[in-house]
């Protein structure tokens, strides 16, 4: 299990009533989604992204 799987897990264990794991599939596959042409509708700036994909791979 990869770092942003235990976060996800931690944030919701106790607050979601189907599981954390009902909730961890569609955050981390929302989160494989994330690409450059996305960044204005997250308000994200180009480099705000470099730094959490660069965070990402580690």
Request: proline residues 5%; charged residues 30%.
């Amino acid at each position: 299990m990869d770092t942003t799987q235990r976060r996800i897990r931690r944030a919701f264990a106790d607050r979601c009533p189907l599981g954390a794991e009902a909730v961890e599939v569609p955050v981390v596959n929302g989160l494989r989604r994330v690409h450059e042409g996305v960044l204005a509708r997250y308000g994200l700036r180009p480099s705000e992204f470099v730094a959490w994909k660069a965070r990402v791979a580690r």
